[in-house]
């Protein structure tokens, strides 16, 4: 039997409606170092309409890639919308790529168009006697580009477009938007979000946090990763003003913008809200008005978590994701009747599937592990908005018949909450058994000497390999590795005790923030890291 039902496309366009048609006085808010911009969405709106006028002038056709190489602004945005709603390809750009990966991506998309922010412009200069697609680059604000070549200018092209461009009707699974991997474990591989994609994944993203037009939503996470976390959408739909912090994101800056646009809510990194932390203990600055704040990209330490609570007053929420997921594919939320003391376990776990995420785990021969928390497996996903495949290269090892395999170990337990454990390629196996880097690091950066630590495994005779515990210290703080061990002694198996320890002055991170663990080995391996012994290791 047919159903009668209306067939509305899952679109970015009905969405972009939406937030145009009843939230006019509803605002993007985009940080200028000392004081903001304020511009309500029906104006922003008017230049969505613009922005895709002057890209159809330009020749811009559907399915054509457009790249965008700037960081969180209200310019931004608007090629959020115009791009996808005119049919194109949105590619957003990892402004912290190498210049030879930047290069291969735009290259590898063939994008016909970049946007480039004017402080980015130098960037772009470098690479472009080696980008074969491009045709046009449109400059946002004031820049000598001389090195560039011919430019357009963001606000000409505007102001010579009409304002009544009519979005054509695209269809739901066409390609709306697409970003490469940051390429932690291999080289850059780009993944595509259709208009349906994008849809789905803001109606979960807007119910798993709860937003609506009462919230200020402050965009930390770049828009050039998986879509600023698909934030700028849903505070669209839900007419929730977004605050964006431009290019001014140290800890001194982005707690300036708190303070005087008061935000109400956010998402990053837990590099950003450590160096956040930091700075409101050093300086008092006044965060006072966020609420909540959801963090993920890698593991969040429970010590965080407790002091954003105790400290801070916000509550800071665990997800889970990957490019390759949109990215929400699990939320760390206590179920129903958890006693408090019973509340940080479930908060520090990676957390359960958001609905519209299947999610099991399975062991080497491909089936699914004991629910019991402790058996460990790869994670693998599926549904509407994870990827199938990816865009002109083949990586059949990624996919196992229909599921993502997202190349993260963990446990899962009867309840559904997932603990990652590691990367398949971060994994320590000592004696053939696993030793949880991330559990130890979380252990760490509990310890009050200590600001961050990464633990990564490297070659060791007896047991093939063993942890090699680098830790950052906090500025001014000193302790023996022997006090830090004895720290860790008894809250994990003794076996798991690192014996080499190591004191850098920061950790490598990778173009998104996160500890970047192959340059860590790569390190050990060339000698260029000093290590303190605390004798031999037992398996006790
Ligand atoms: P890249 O894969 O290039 O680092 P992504 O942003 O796609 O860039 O990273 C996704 C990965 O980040 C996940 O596969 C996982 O390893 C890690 N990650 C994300 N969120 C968490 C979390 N809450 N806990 C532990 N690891 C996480």
Redo the contacts with the bound molecule.
Sequence with gaps: MESTMQEAPLTITALFRRGEAVFPDSEVITFQGEGSRHTRFAEVAERVRRLAGALSTLGVRPGDRVGTLCWNTQEHVEAYFAVPCMGAVLHTLNLRLSPQQLGFVINHAADRVVIVDATLVPLLAALRPHLTTVEHVVVVGEADTSALGEVLRYEELLASAPGDFEFPEVDERSAASMCY?????GDPKGVVYSHRSVYLHSFCVWASFRLDDTERVLVIVPQF??NAWGVPYVAWMVGADMLLPNRFMTPDLMCAFISAERPTFTGGVPTIFTGMLAHVRASGADVSSLKRAV??????PASLIDAFRDELGIKLI???????TS?IG?MAIPPKDTPPEKEMYYRSK??RSVPGVELRVVDEDGGEVARDGAAVGEIEVRGPWITGSYFRADAPEKFDNGWLR???VGTIDAKGFVQ?TD?SKDVIKSGGEWISS?ELENLLAGHPAVAEAAVVGVPDERWQERPLATIVLKPGATVEPAELRDFLDGKVAHWWLPERWAFLESLPK?S?G?QDKKVIRAMYAEGSIEVVDTGAASRS
């Design positions: 991997t940051t390429g932690t474990t990763h998986v963090c993920g990209g890698s593991a969040v665990q997800a889970w994701g990957m490019t390759e990215p699990t990676t957390g997202t190349g993260d990652i990367r991330v990778t998104v996160k």
